[in-house]
């Protein structure tokens, strides 16, 4: 099966990435589908309950789409580490009166909840990433008749998912917004391999279908990545500004902003690598921050929370991928025709 997309209908060969913490709506991965192309429901950081609330609201519009879940990957700390830089980011937390979190907090994300849900309530794709699940999972999700896809970083990590039995890979360079799928999360991505070098090189590796990701802002990018060997084009960042994204407006704005003029790959906020827009809290903490995810995700999420009510684009995670400046307030649909090399009138 070489063709994941084609095969089940979806006209443009274009993918709304997920992207937990809200952007990800369902009207955005509905506005997706109805474009020609497909959407992914984030399942990342919501109940099981949520997620089925979401994966209603979608299946009710009639259209295809996926559902994407981190698989449990913990990079842990220790109570030491997790202390010291407690200390140092309440610093901020104090400008909004509150308290983070003195105990240290680990969790899966709800994983047996949302994979036992995706079994008996089966949606046409279902992602992985952070980690590779067991074969088990993986053949259980497709005798439901889900399509499995796992978001790898390297030919290796491509080479571990082909054998659990995945049908497709999405392969994301480092040039990608928000957290890296890699594997190794302890460890900061040091790669600098163009996406379609990439695609390459994981096409000589594995027999698989390929979707591309990381970076991909223009109609260029999505036909380099095709024409390296991709079956199809995931992009995130540039539609964050969408009329039917539900990114905050202080992330949206900034994506415009002048003073925004860089990306820098941290864990500053959630303690795994994500690539976000270089600001306050990426230059003060990154230095200090300790490897540790979930915990340090659990540490920060109050402040990032007060600080995104209040506009203060000092302290949020404002995830954006190196072509971020590409995103802009638009329709969806608009944003797929553009990246087709479609007019959109």
Request: glycine share 8%; with cysteine.
């Amino acid at each position: 099966m070489h063709q994941p997309l084609s095969d089940l209908g979806v006209d443009l060969p274009i993918i709304a990435a997920p992207m937990a913490g809200g952007p990800s709506t369902p009207a955005l991965v509905v506005a997706a589908a109805r474009a020609g192309g497909l959407g992914f429901l984030a399942g990342g950081y919501k109940t099981a309950e949520a997620l089925a609330g979401q994966i209603r609201d979608v299946g009710a519009e009639g259209v295809a789409f996926g559902v994407n879940v981190f698989v449990p990957n913990p990079v842990p700390v220790s109570e030491q580490a997790y202390r010291r830089y407690a200390r140092e980011v309440q610093v901020e937390a104090d400008r909004y009166e509150l308290t983070l979190p003195e105990q240290l907090v680990e969790d899966d994300d709800h994983w047996s909840d949302k994979i036992d849900l995706l079994i008996s309530s089966p949606v046409p794709w279902v992602s992985f990433t952070f980690g590779i699940p067991e074969r088990g999972v993986i053949d259980a999700l497709r005798r439901a008749g889900s399509v499995v896809f796992q978001s790898v970083t390297t030919a290796d990590e491509a080479r571990q998912a082909a054998a659990v039995g995945v049908d497709a890979l999405i392969v994301q360079a480092s040039a990608g917004g928000g957290h890296s799928a890699t594997l190794t999360p302890a460890e900061l991505p040091a790669s600098t391999v163009s996406l379609p070098d990439l695609i390459a090189q994981v096409g000589c590796a594995v027999d698989l279908p390929l979707i591309a990701t990381g970076g991909i802002a223009t109609a260029a990018d999505v036909a380099a990545s095709l024409d390296a060997g991709a079956v199809a084009a995931m992009v995130g960042t540039v539609l964050l500004r969408t009329n039917e994204s539900g990114a905050s407006a202080p992330h949206k704005a900034a994506l415009a902003d002048p003073a925004f003029d860089t990306t820098v790959i941290t864990r500053a906020f959630t303690g795994r690598p994500a690539r976000a827009l270089r600001n306050h809290f990426t230059d003060r903490y990154d230095p200090l921050a300790p490897a540790g995810y979930p915990a340090l995700h659990h540490l920060t999420s109050p402040l990032r929370k007060a600080a995104t009510a209040a506009a203060d684009t000092r302290l949020i995670h404002l995830w954006a991928g190196t072509g971020y400046r590409s995103a802009e307030v638009e329709p969806a649909a608009d944003a797929f025709a553009r990246l087709a090399g479609q007019s959109s009138a």
